[in-house]
Each structure stands twice: as C-alpha cells, then as structure tokens.
C-alpha cells in the first residue's frame, strides 16, 4: 500500500559473525532470541531445523447482493497444527469488524457504514456444533474455546455468516461505484500461530496491515447473472460463466504477449455471461496468504502475458479491468505488463510467482495476492508509480510471508525500492523520489523512531518513513554498496530461504549477510536499528591547480552515499559518487578526489536519494 506504518526494539544477543567488513553485533530482542534457543531460526538467516508453522484448507462460499452489499457465506476450514503446542483455544480474525459499532479503529469511518459487524450465523467443530458461550469477538478478533489440539491434529471448522459491505469509507474494500465492488478481508480466517507470539493478537485497525498463513484457497461466488469476477487464484469454470468468444479470449491472451481486449465497451450491452439470474464464478488458489475478489457489471478487461520463467517457459497473464470513463487507464495495462517483466528480469529478478496478476480500478492504493485495487491518477507519470508499487507487493509480502503488522518497513520498504528502480525502466523521463523529502524534513525529530520499531507503537511521521523512504533508501544503499550482481545473489539468498514462511527482522538481516559473504551488521545497526540524522557536509576543498580534494564530513550518525555534483565554467558538470561503505568502519569523514576538466564554479553535495537534515553546508563556491 502507498500510505504509512512503524516499529521497536530491546535486549541483545550476540549473532554469529561472517568473515570481513566491521564486525559489529546486533541487538536482538529476548523474545526473539528465544527462537533460536528452540532452533525455529538460525543465526545465519535460515529456517532453523524445528521451524514450522501452521497451514488450512478453505473451501469458501459466497452469495454477494449488489443492491444491499449483503454478503451471506459459508467457510470450511480443514487446520493443521504443526507447532509443538498442545492449543486450547483458537484465534480468528474478522477484519469486517473494523466498520463494527464501537470498533478500535485509528482511521475514520462515515456513520453510514457503520454496522453490527460479522454475524456468526453457526460455528462447528468436526461437525459439532458450539454454543455460543465458547467463543468471545472483540473488535477484529474471535477467540474460541475447543478441545485441546494436539500437535500434529488436524481440525475441520465449518461457519456460517454475513456482513454488509461499505458504502462509502473505502478502507480498502467497499463499494467503488453503483456497479462495482473490490471485496478484501471477507470472511472469518484462523489467526497466525506461530513460533515467536503464539497467536496474532493484534487488532485490525486501519492503518496496519495484514498477517495470514499460507494457505490453500477454493471460493465460489455467486452474483447477479450481469456481473463479471475476478479474484486471486485461477478461474475453474471460465466455460460455465462467459460467452464461448470470452473464454477463447482469455486463452490467447494467456499465450501471446501482446494487448488482448478481452471485454470492450461495445460489448457491455451484450449478454457476454451465461444467461441465468446468478452465476456461481469459481477460483482457486494454492500456498497464498489471501484472498479477495472484484466484481463489474460494467468495466472493459484488457489483458496480456508474458513469460517470466525461461527456463520453463512458464507465463503470467496481466489484467487492467477498469472504467472506459477513466482514460488514464487504457495505459495502465502497459505499465502492469512492463512491471512484471522488469520484476523478473531486471530488479528483484525473480521470476513472477503466480499465473495472473489482475489491476482493478478501485478507489484505493493497494494489493492483494494476484489483485491490486488502484484508483485513477491524474497524471501518466502517478500511475506508473501506483502501478509499480502495488504489483511489486506481490513479492513482499505474498511470496515473502512478512508480519507486516508489526514490520511494515519489511513489505513497504520493498515496494518503495521496487517503484524508484522500475518506474523509470516502464518510462525512462520519470524520477521517482517518493518519500525522500519527507525523510529529510522528519529526521531526528521526537517522532522520528528507528525503522525496526514495532509498527503497531509508531505514529506521526515515523509511521510513513519507517515503512515507506527509510527502508527503502537502506535496501537501496547495500544494493549500491554491494554492486547488482551481489545485491542480487544475497537477495535470492533470502528468498529462497523464506518464501512461503515468515521471516523476522534478523533472518532477513543474516540471510542477507550470509548470501553476499559480508558481515553487513554496521549497517544494518546504523541504519535499521539506531537512531540519528542523514547529514553530510562539504569541509575543506583544497586544489593543486586540477587535482582537488574535498573533505566530506558525517555530521550526522546515519551513513548515506557521498555524491558530488562538479560544476564548471563552460556550463557543464561532473559527478563523483561513493557508496556507504566508505563509512564502514565509523569514519567521521572521506576525502573525495578529482582531476578538474575546466576551471571550477562550485561543488554541490548530494543526489536525488542522499536525504540530508541539514543542507546549508552542502555547497562550496569557487572565489
């Protein structure tokens, strides 16, 4: 999502240290510490030998009215606890309960939307069923009494409930116009339980986002015999719900890599969907933390494919679904297409990891595995970044299952160094600066917190840097300090190690290590852990008549690039760049050195990505 989130740390362990760079130790916090003591994680970065976590089965069914926005469903959930823990009690999330009368929330919501929250209509636990006694709902959370669980048992759940829809207060989900809907946090889900918390606990809110299992996903929706659907997961019954000419569209559009217009605007007014009052569309989806779905009853699909896995030859098929009114959308399938192939080719240069990847036109800004909800934007060069961003979500924290409740800066951070490498590769004019300003104008201030704070503590500014421009500059320093091809290989080091898991902090952060062969712990200590300012400043320039030196001082704690921008007297300039490893070893200052192409008029000090708090000391003038 393109908004805000936060974080917070404690005691120390010593991590096990790789050879070269300094050696400084990171602060890891008790509880955190302990998973290493039951061997759930290692101090390399990878899953320890005891790690698990826990999996379900759902078979979900829902009847949605357009008219009322009732949602009426029915979820069958087969649970398996793979922990060593005997659970005597199961946690559930029902995320429609932020739009509950009386419900926690830290973002608005208009009176007409609020209501009584989910009805839990019947609740049965291998077929039995329970009272209403054995369970308690406290605002976005359920907990239910059962039988002790055993390790290794497997449980069936089968619900039964409703909510209606939001109108307005577009968290999210809710109604988009008189005929369209993106539907997210639909029905009730078990809670994560997992090897540092237990049970998640923390309430849905509004601003944080989510934490789920992997999961594996059959939903069946049923709507208006007029509405189209689109979902995460593949479509299994395209033949049963659209026209012959509409399926063999979808078809070649997943074989070819150029624009299929799979509905038109002509085609609106036609009967395109099985002739019946409601059709039933149903999706299914394996190993995803999500899902969410979208309807129209008057929105143009355009689609294309490409494939991301040459080794296999595997495709990922690219939707825009959108409004015909909305004219800034007929590029936006252009920018989802380019966004995926820049993904798995150029930057993280994986392959995609799912089938289809489908932009609806919405009225939000964020994602959901193979969905993305964007609104329209008033320029080409806003949407490439909304584009960009949302999409690149699908890596972290879909593929890379992140806590992003509690570690935003592990998702947001990602998607913000994703938009800054791949807006500028969809449309070479675009600079994307998104957030950096806002970091230099908010550092070492009371509310600026250090980036692994607890999301769910931060608030003011930190909850929009935190997540968002602090992360993202320090992914991006180790990718310019460590150069692409190591960057690269210490990256897939990580994913390969926790896709489909939960990494914490300090996996990342080993993972990392382990994966380019450097203690990396200066910075990420410096960066992610303490506090303190970006700032730079020009010293002493000196010159013997070309050959210059100029003296760049760390004022502040925070290590960031040195760049010089040199400009002479013919107009033109020059730029020096050093990385931030010239400040590995606690530097308080670098010497940068040039031979002058002309006569000098005046240095300048920093680039677009250097977030400086003090910017008065970054020129020096010729005299």
């Known amino acids: 999502m393109m908004a805000s989130f936060y974080k917070l740390l404690f005691p120390m362990v010593i991590l096990g240290s790789i050879n070269t760079y300094a050696q400084t130790t990171l602060q890891v916090p008790v509880n955190l510490q302990a998973t290493y ?7 390399n970065g990878a899953p320890g030998k005891n790690y698990w976590q826990n999996s379900a089965d759902y078979t979900i069914s829902i009847n949605f009215n357009p008219i009322n926005r009732l949602l009426d469903g029915t979820v069958s959930v087969d649970y398996t606890n793979n922990s060593p823990d005997t659970l005597d009690e199961i946690n559930l999330k029902l995320y429609p309960n932020l739009y509950k009368k009386g419900a926690i929330r830290n973002m608005p919501v208009a009176a007409v939307d609020l209501t009584d929250g989910v009805k839990i209509k019947k609740l049965a636990i291998d077929k039995n069923d329970q009272d209403t006694s054995r369970w308690t709902i406290d605002g976005t959370n359920m907990t239910l009494k059962t039988t002790p669980i055993l ?7 089968d619900i ?17 116009d008189s005929g369209a809907f993106f539907i997210a946090y639909f029905f009730p889900r078990i809670a994560v339980y997992d090897d540092i918390d237990g049970w998640n606990q923390n309430h849905y809110r509004g601003s944080e986002e989510f934490y789920n299992d992997f999961c594996h996903f059959n939903l069946a929706i049923t709507v208006p015999g007029n509405y189209k659907v689109w979902s995460t997961g593949n479509l299994k019954n395209a033949g049963e719900v659209y026209a ?16 299929t217009d799979i509905i038109t605007e002509a085609e609106l007014k036609e009967q395109i969907t099985a002739n019946k009052a409601a059709n039933t569309w149903k999706f299914e989806a394996d190993s995803v933390t999500d899902v969410a779905f979208a309807i129209s009853n008057h929105y143009i699909w355009k689609a294309s494919s490409l494939v991301v896995d040459p080794k296999t030859g595997r495709r990922t098929r690219v939707d825009a679904v959108f409004n015909p009114n909305h004219k800034d959308y007929f590029e936006v399938i252009n920018y989802a297409r380019k966004t995926v192939e820049a993904m798995s080719y150029q930057f993280p240069k994986w392959p995609y990891p799912y089938a289809h990847e489908t932009v ?16 329209p934007t008033p320029t080409a060069e806003d949407g490439i970044e909304l584009t960009d961003h949302e999409i690149f979500h699908t890596m972290f924290p879909f593929y890379m299952g992140v806590n992003e409740t509690k570690y935003g800066w592990m998702d947001e ?10 807006s500028p590769i969809i449309d070479p004019k675009v600079t994307d600066l998104f957030g950096v300003e806002a970091y230099a104008q908010s550092a070492g201030k009371e509310e600026d917190q250090s980036i692994i704070s607890l999301t769910t503590q931060l608030s003011g500014a930190s909850g ?5 421009p602090k992360p993202g500059l320090g992914y991006l320093y180790v990718k310019d300090m460590l150069g692409d091809a190591l960057f690269t290989r210490a990256l897939h080091n990580y994913i390969t190690q926790w896709h489909g898991k939960h990494p914490m902090p300090f996996d990342f952060f080993n993972c990392m290590n382990a994966g380019a062969g450097k203690n990396l712990n200066w910075f990420w200590k410096s960066w992610f852990i303490d506090g303190g300012i970006p700032d730079l400043g020009i010293g002493k320039v000196s010159n013997n008549q070309k050959e210059y030196s100029v003296v760049i001082n760390r004022v502040g704690s925070k290590p960031i ?26 530097e308080k200052s670098y010497t940068a050195n040039f031979t002058a192409k002309n006569s000098v008029t005046k240095i300048v000090l920093g680039g677009s990505y250097d977030p400086d708090s003090n910017k008065g000391d970054n020129v020096w003038v010729a005299k």
């Open 37 to 43: 003591t039951k061997g759930t994680r290692t101090t």
């Open 151 to 157: 390790p290794k048992q497997k449980v069936h759940f």
């Open 160 to 176: 039964a409930y409703s909510y209606t829809l939001n109108k307005t207060s577009h968290i999210r989900t809710g109604q988009v």
């Open 244 to 259: 012959s000419k509409i399926v063999a569209r979808i078809h070649d559009a997943e074989l070819n890599d150029s624009v």
């Open 360 to 375: 609806f036109d919405g009225l939000d800004q964020m994602e959901y595995p193979m969905m993305v909800n964007d609104n």
């Open 413 to 422: 951070g990602w998607a913000t160094i994703g938009e800054w490498t791949i």
């Open 464 to 468: 929009f840097t935190d997540s968002y």
């Open 561 to 586: 690039p040195v760049d010089l921008t040199i400009f002479y007297t013919d107009g033109t300039t020059q730029q020096i760049h050093q990385s931030v490893a010239c400040w590995a070893n606690g």
